[in-house]
C-alpha cells in the first residue's frame, strides 16, 4: 500500500514537471500600433505602411519558451501617401492585391531572449510565397492603461528581399541603376490589450 501510494505522487509529480508554461494572450491595438516598411527609390528611402491589420500575441515576462505571435495583414490598405503610386503597389507589377489579399505572419521559436529583447523566428506569407524570417524584438514592458486594461509593448524589425517573394517589378536607368531597391525593411510597433 505504501509503495502504491509512493509511485502515485511521483507519477503526480512527473504531470507536473511536463505541464506546459501558459502565457497571457494579448490582441493586437491597431489604434496603437503600426505596420510599416521603407524602400529605396532611386537615392531616398521611400516609407509606408499598412493601415488594417490584426493579431494576437502569447507573453509572459520571463519565460520565453511560450512566448508566440501570428498576424494577418490585408495587402488592399497599403498607405503611401500617394494615390497612383499605392495604385500601382496594389496591381499585378506587385502586391496583386485582389489574387493574394494578405500578409501573414506566424511564429514558430524564440532565441537570444532578454527582459528586453529576443529574436522571433517565424514564417512570412508574402505574395503566395512563405518562407523563414527572424524580426529583432524590443520588449517595451506591460502595465495598466488609465482605465484598467492590462497592456504589453514591443517593437519588431526584420527584413526581407521583394524578389524572394515574386514582387520583382523594376525599371533599369540609364546609369544601369534600378529604380527600385530590392531589400525591403519591416517595422512593427505593436500594442497588446490582455484578451479575458
Known amino acids: 500500500m505504501k509503495r502504491s501510494s509512493a509511485l502515485l505522487w511521483v507519477f503526480l509529480g512527473f504531470l507536473c514537471f511536463q505541464s506546459p508554461a501558459f502565457a497571457a494572450t494579448y490582441a ?19 516609407q ?3 493601415t488594417v491589420f490584426e493579431g494576437t500575441l502569447d507573453y509572459e515576462p520571463g519565460k520565453p519558451e511560450t512566448w508566440k505571435a501570428g ?20 496591381s499585378a507589377d506587385f502586391f496583386d492585391t485582389e489574387k493574394f489579399p494578405t500578409i501573414e505572419f506566424k511564429s514558430a521559436g524564440v532565441k537570444d531572449a532578454t527582459a528586453t529583447s529576443a529574436k522571433l523566428e517565424g514564417l512570412f506569407k508574402l505574395h503566395g510565397v512563405e518562407k523563414p ?5 524590443q520588449i517595451h514592458g506591460v502595465g495598466k492603461d488609465p482605465w484598467g486594461n492590462v497592456r504589453a509593448g514591443f517593437t519588431a524589425k526584420g527584413k526581407i528581399n521583394r524578389k524572394d517573394f515574386g514582387l520583382s517589378w523594376n525599371e533599369v536607368l540609364e546609369t ?3 529604380l527600385i531597391g530590392e531589400e525591403v525593411e519591416i517595422t512593427l510597433e505593436i500594442e497588446g490589450m490582455l484578451k479575458t
Open 28 to 46: 493586437v491595438d491597431p489604434d496603437h500600433s503600426s505596420v510599416s516598411f521603407k524602400v529605396r527609390h532611386l537615392f531616398s528611402q521611400v
Open 48 to 50: 509606408g505602411n499598412f
Open 71 to 90: 498576424a494577418v495583414i490585408q495587402t488592399t490598405s497599403i498607405d503611401t501617401h500617394v494615390a497612383e503610386r499605392d495604385k500601382h503597389l496594389r
Open 133 to 137: 524570417i527572424v524580426l529583432d524584438v
Open 176 to 178: 544601369g541603376q534600378l
